[in-house]
């Protein structure tokens, strides 16, 4: 019989070091929100049970993920064990893994945690966790190995002896149970500590009580199981999301002149040999075809698809835009909700009307077209093959292919008009 396995996202904290109205888990790294990406992150390893442990704005967490999680809610913060409680209900009766992880570790890598149940189910452990091994003394749980590897128990930073500070291998508040065990342990764990509060990590003591398997796997990438708990936190995430991504893309044979200023968000598909020069933004979803040229001073935005070889210059943005196979925008232009054809030219200060203040209407431009400098296209509006716009015109009609376009009021030369000024 198949066992089942379950996620739990720990995200009912207030996060007060934020600084916001808003809860941090809602603060978005690239376009997505914190709580989001780790959500994402536990399906994108295979686990599609989980359930979002919310309390303190719990609404905002709510909207975001929608119908994505099943909710258990935390009314009162009394510590990660009181959290779990509240999510118990939804494994009772099940037999396999529940992962358990905190809602602000945006950035963990599916495999990851995909590497964490596949092991602990391997070696039939009760209890297994991710850690991290640490040069430096920091305020983290230290975790006590016994002769054979077991975890004896997990020593809370303030707690820790002389001895204990020493220790380098920290908890990372990121567990795989039995969910059986789980179930039996936490009904033992009590709050007779300082803070009166029910701590998850008591429940690695009760199982190694037991005779449980319980041990540890070390994170082999550090910077994957940042937390956030400030905006600079938010920050440093970021950085280290933005060089893993543009990683990605350099490995894959894209060139990237300045990895430091170039931004690519998440699921963006780019072509080799394709040069990203510095200051650009490249949105999720967006698909760039082989020697492109994107930049510098680019803003490529969501539900566009560039062809190969096509030429997206300084100072250009572009949306939800079809660009045909060696099609140039050189420069100071805006194109949304078209579709380009290949091999056509756009001229500088381009720009699509697409928006009446109420809908957005679409521009059409057909293959080896040219648009002359500072012209205006009023959507919906469709340029046939080989059509040429004379510079400065507005465009508000249809243009047949192989047509020249020009629309623009005749000029007139006022002779000594300004004389008295």
């Known amino acids: 019989m198949q066992e089942d396995v379950v996620a739990i996202v720990m995200a009912a904290g207030k996060g007060t070091r934020m600084k916001s109205k808003k809860s941090k888990l809602v603060h978005k790294i690239f376009g997505k929100e914190i709580i989001t990406r780790a959500v994402e992150n536990v399906k994108k390893a295979g686990i599609d049970d989980v ?73 039939n452990e009760a209890a297994t966790i991710l ?50 065990e789980l179930l039996k342990a936490i009904k033992e764990l009590k709050n007779d ?50 060089l893993r991504i543009n990683t990605q893309h350099l490995n894959n044979g894209v060139t990237i002149e300045d990895i430091n200023n170039t931004y690519i968000y998440d699921d963006v598909e780019i072509g080799m040999d394709t040069i990203i020069h510095p200051n650009t933004t490249i949105k999720s979803g967006v698909t760039i075809g082989e020697e492109c040229e994107i930049g510098p001073n680019a803003y ?74 500072n012209t205006n296209l009023i959507a919906p509006v469709n340029l046939g093959k080989n059509t040429f716009i004379a510079a400065g015109s507005t465009i508000t009609d249809d243009v047949p292919e192989y047509s020249l376009a020009i629309a623009r009021q005749r000029q007139v030369n006022k002779e000594g008009w300004n004389k008295h000024n």
């Open 300 to 373: 490529i935005r969501e539900g566009c698809k560039l062809d190969n070889n096509v030429k997206i210059g300084s100072f250009v943005e572009v949306k939800k835009a079809n660009i045909g196979k060696g099609t140039k925008v050189p420069h100071l232009s805006y194109m949304g909700d078209c579709e380009i054809g290949q091999k056509t030219n756009i001229g500088c200060g381009t720009i699509t009307c697409n928006y009446d203040g109420f809908n957005k209407s679409k521009t059409i431009i057909g293959d080896n077209s040219f648009i002359g400098s």
């Open 131 to 180: 850690t991290m091994v640490h040069e430096k003394i920091i305020p983290y749980g230290k975790i006590i190995h016994d002769e054979k590897g077991n975890i004896k128990e997990i020593v809370e930073h303030k707690d820790c002896n002389e001895e204990q500070l020493q220790i380098k291998e920290v908890n990372l508040g990121m567990y795989c149970f039995d969910i059986e």
């Open 51 to 123: 359930i979002a442990v919310v309390g303190y704005q719990k609404e905002q967490i709510q909207e975001v993920l929608a119908d994505t999680v099943e909710y258990a809610v935390q009314e009162e913060q009394l510590g990660t064990g009181h959290a779990v409680i509240q999510a118990t209900g939804f494994l009772e009766g099940k037999k396999g893994k529940v992962l358990i992880l905190n809602g602000d570790h945006p950035i963990m890598r599916p495999e990851t945690l995909r590497n964490l149940v596949s092991e602990s189910t391997r070696k």
């Open 193 to 242: 500590n300082a803070q009166k509060e029910y701590y998850l990590t008591d429940v690695l003591k009760i199982m190694y009580d037991k005779g449980l398997k319980t041990s540890s796997i070390v994170v082999s990438d550090n910077a994957e199981v940042l937390g956030v708990n400030d905006r600079m936190d938010l920050q440093i995430l970021t950085k280290a999301l933005q």
